[in-house]
């Protein structure tokens, strides 16, 4: 199951495009606020997706900001995203278009579905420091 995972990453490395202005976002997320981690900064574990006109909320582990100690406000938007299931999944970084990382978009990453989503922070030189093993999003149960 390991080696499985970390092909399908490695594959997402080697093959995944950068995200590129010219495409619409499908949806955008908030992060909610996380909690602090000793020896690995601060870290999200749950948000919300905003797609098809309702919100959705979503639980994330692998996420974080290193030497970091205050509650961050995280954003940012979702590309590919064909189906709402299509969130579920394991994500690698990949490479951030330049335009994008002029909007403030410091990290991407995908998932073996093809989504692609892009963070900011409203914390200006913030770079998000996603897991080697990956970032796992899961949809919750509505409220």
């Not at 073996?112 to 892009?118: A, S």
């Amino acid at each position: 199951m390991r080696w499985a995972s970390r092909l399908i990453i490695t594959i997402c490395i080697v093959l995944a495009a950068p995200l590129c202005r010219a495409q619409t976002a499908d949806a955008s997320f908030e992060l909610a606020a996380g909690s602090e981690e000793a020896g690995v900064g601060y870290s999200w574990t749950r948000g919300t997706l905003y797609y098809g006109g309702q919100s959705h909320p979503f639980r994330l582990d692998g996420l974080s900001v290193v030497d970091i100690d205050v509650p961050l406000e995280a954003d940012g938007v979702v590309y590919h995203l064909a189906r709402l299931s299509d969130l579920d999944g394991t994500y690698a970084e990949v490479e951030v278009d330049p335009a994008l990382a002029g909007a403030g978009f410091t990290t991407a990453i995908e998932n073996e579905h093809g989504v692609l989503i892009g963070l900011r922070s409203t914390t200006q030189g913030l770079y998000f420091q996603p897991s080697l093993l990956g970032v796992e999003i899961e949809l919750l149960a509505g409220p």
